[in-house]
């Protein structure tokens, strides 16, 4: 398979990113596994400590700047003056220029739907409304067919070890940015992190994910700018209308030759007769589908 074509991809090899732990399979039998490994990572704005989240960590300073943009701590406009890792004590500091001071909005939270239980703070509305996507944007069904197929045959901590999520930054038919960790909203980020330290325009992205189209995967794409969300898994039904009240176009359920669209469906194009794809294989998967997780 030609992984050419992304710029940033997952690293099972990466000794920091899995253990290996014995135990017994079914069968009683003495076995070893790969497991993902997990580490608290607590994220400060200039002088304040914001939030405490688990990750596994591979990519600290695009969380970090994509978790402040999509809880509107950040500004698009927001000069960074400096972003600080300091791997022994778990910790990343975000510098701006303007001077920032969150204490009414942390003490406004709101769980997410998310894994690992995702947070967001203040009005998570607050700039959903004003956001308007790009009503030009095509999405070929052929370019749906070669992305499953693409992302997952790409070696990933999802095959190596599961137990974790992934978002992928496409164009077109070609995957760009893919991203992995223990909580679905923690890839997000990292993608919106990614695109904004890179200056990448989102107006003619398509965002993949492996997890259910909720609200949450929802407010972050179409805050992020990109107008098309495909996922493997299912959709919620607040997911769909916030989808739809966006002109999001939403698509789910895409394995093998099936998905289905239940927003923004104008932007279709039927270019690919079903019957030619092939039904998804085994090796697509690890043990049972990505909806379970």
């Known amino acids: 398979m030609d992984l050419s074509e992304f710029t940033i991809r997952p690293d099972p090899a990466n000794p920091k990113l899995t253990e290996r732990v014995s135990g017994l399979d079914q069968d009683g039998r003495p076995v070893e596994a790969s497991v993902t490994v997990e580490r608290p990572l607590t994220l400060y704005l200039n002088g304040q400590e914001i939030v405490t989240m688990m990750t596994i960590a591979d990519y600290p300073d695009y969380l970090a700047v994509g978790y402040l943009l999509n809880q509107n701590m950040l500004k698009r406009d927001d000069r960074i003056t400096g972003i600080d890792y300091d791997e022994e004590i778990d910790t990343v500091v975000v510098r701006t220029e303007r ?39 095509r999405l070929k069904t052929s370019w749906i067919y070669a992305l499953s197929k693409k992302i997952n045959l790409t070696p990933s901590l999802y095959l190596e070890a599961g137990a974790i999520h992934g978002c992928v930054l496409c164009q077109d038919d070609r995957p760009l940015v893919y991203m992995e960790d223990v909580g679905r909203h923690n890839a997000v980020d990292k993608v919106a992190g990614y695109m904004h330290l890179h200056g990448v325009p989102a107006h003619d992205k398509i965002f993949y994910t492996t997890g259910r189209l909720t609200s949450e995967m929802v407010i972050k794409t179409v805050q992020m700018g990109i107008p098309i969300l495909i996922s493997r898994s299912g959709f919620t039904a607040w997911g769909v209308e916030l989808g739809r009240q966006a002109n999001l176009t939403m698509v789910g359920r895409a394995k093998g030759k099936r998905f289905l669209a239940l927003a923004g469906t104008d932007r279709l194009d039927f270019d690919a007769d079903p019957a030619a794809v092939g039904d998804e294989g085994g090796r697509h998967q690890r043990k049972g589908s990505r909806d379970d997780d």
């Open 99 to 137: 001077a920032t001071n969150y204490e009414q909005k942390l003490k406004k939270k709101t769980l997410t739907s998310g894994c690992a239980q995702g947070t967001a703070f203040g009005d998570v509305m607050e700039t959903f409304e004003s956001v308007r996507l790009n009503p030009d944007a």
